[in-house]
């Protein structure tokens, strides 16, 4: 079964991208421009995987991250911050803010969903390790 992703994003070229790759790995994906609409989705869908900007329009990625661990129904859910924020202290930020991993911008089309995955589903990425 085809796994739904919900992708937080307000950059309409990073949305493209990240969406191509990750339909191009059989995910299905859907999309929301700002952390209003991203957190009605994720209650609407309750997708497999989040992946959420940090950058965003009136209410930033940290804030929506502590909004959506206040939705009982998505405790469990997998967030993923992708974030061009490059700075010491960012990750520790995230991941206070309830996030599970974090992806550093650009996306690197090579290495995107495989970060993703490893962080988001251990236990399906068995085959990378040797
Ligand atoms: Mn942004």
């Known amino acids: 079964m085809k796994r739904n992703i919900l992708l937080i994003e307000d950059n309409?070229?990073?949305?493209y991208?990240?969406?191509?790759?990750?339909e191009q790995h059989g995910y299905k994906v859907f999309s929301a421009p700002d952390g209003l609409s991203g957190i009605n989705m994720a209650k609407a869908f309750?997708?497999?995987l989040i992946l959420l900007d940090i950058q965003l329009p009136t209410m930033d990625g940290y804030a929506?991250?502590?909004?959506l661990r206040d939705?009982?129904?998505l405790r469990k859910t997998p967030i993923i911050a992708v974030t061009s924020h490059a700075?010491?202290?960012d990750r520790e930020k995230t991941l206070a803010a309830g996030c599970d991993g974090y992806i550093e911008k650009p996306i690197d089309?090579?290495?995107?969903?495989?970060?993703?995955?490893s962080m988001a589903?251990?236990?399906?990425?068995?085959?990378e390790i040797s």
């Open 12 to 15: 309409e070229q990073n949305r």
């Open 17 to 22: 991208l990240a969406t191509f790759l990750l």
């Open 121 to 127: 589903f251990p236990s399906s990425t068995n085959k």
């Open 64 to 67: 929506v991250a502590q909004a």
């Open 109 to 117: 089309p090579e290495t995107f969903v495989q970060e993703i995955e």
């Open 71 to 73: 939705i009982e129904s």
């Open 46 to 48: 309750v997708p497999d």
């Open 87 to 89: 700075m010491l202290g």
